[in-house]
């Protein structure tokens, strides 16, 4: 893999995404469908795949894609791909609550290696640099410019005053059950892949998830988590989260600094 090429045509595939998502966010009103695992599906988030899947497709022929919006057409065969969730945080942004991100990543050998995580809303852009250092990009987001790059790193976690981002919309009480097991110093909410980038910011220790997503809302944020320096555990066993399972569902997991004394389940 050309990884200079990949980060290249990610991190310009998410930015005009983006717009494309803004124009239908800032619109007066947009139509919600419901899909056949009872999600939301907006317009945004098709003309979102639509692009991102043309433009991965024609700079990378060869390589497996799967998205979520074409999930069910997918071939499940391969620990080798690139994956997309062109608009994570779907009730985000029917809430216009701003906390949605658009997701791009290639896993190999089942690891995601390389992603790019994009919240349009927020101006934030984090994404894995070509050696695999997760940067975080300030300036105007412009496609045929980059800005500032500052480089991320997990926190040095303080075990009696941890940091812990949780979900906005899908907090409950067994979530909280776990979180009570350590000793925190302040409590945020984030939606979507977000909660993966503010723990390799440092802005948050621990991010467990207790709850249902798939490999298209994690494999960005993982890679953007792995390239600062942090892990994505399961809950069961503490051992790394893989990618390529045949239904493409993640099992509960623990997204956190190396530093952070886990608990067990």
């Known amino acids: 893999m050309d990884y200079v090429k990949l980060v290249e045509v990610m991190r310009r ?42 433009g991965l497709r024609a700079a990378f022929p060869d390589v497996m894609l799967v998205t979520e919006e074409q999930s069910a057409t997918h071939d499940t065969s391969g620990d080798t791909f ?64 980059v800005g500032g790059l500052t480089p991320m790193s997990v926190s040095k976690a303080d075990n009696t005053a941890l940091m812990v981002v949780a979900s906005k919309s899908h907090r409950d009480q067994t979530t909280d059950d776990y979180i009570n097991k350590y000793s925190v110093k302040d409590m945020k909410s984030a939606g979507s892949s977000l909660k993966f980038c503010l723990v390799a910011t440092g802005e948050a220790d621990l991010y467990p998830r207790l709850g249902r997503t798939m490999e298209w809302d994690t494999a960005a944020g993982h890679a953007v988590l792995s390239g600062a320096g942090g892990s994505v555990v399961r809950f069961d066993d503490l051992k790394p989260l893989g990618y390529g399972k045949e239904d493409y569902a993640n099992p509960f997991f623990i997204a956190h600094a190396p530093t952070v004394d886990l608990k067990d389940s």
């Not at 800032?26 to 991102?52: G, H, M, N, Q």
């Not at 994956?83 to 658009?102: A, C």
């Open 82 to 145: 690139l994956i997309v969730d062109p608009l994570d945080g779907t009730k985000e942004f029917i809430h216009r609550r701003g906390d949605f991100t658009v997701n791009i990543a290639l896993v190999e050998g089942g690891v995601p290696t390389r992603g790019v995580v994009y919240a349009p809303a927020k101006s934030r852009m984090f994404y894995t640099d070509a050696n695999g250092q997760s940067v975080e990009e300030t300036g105007d987001l412009a496609v045929d410019q």
């Open 13 to 54: 595939l998410s930015i005009e995404a983006g717009a494309k998502i803004m124009e239908i966010y800032e619109s007066d009103d947009f139509d919600v469908k419901v899909k056949s695992d009872e999600s939301p599906v907006t317009a945004a988030d098709e003309a979102a795949d639509a692009l991102i899947s043309a």
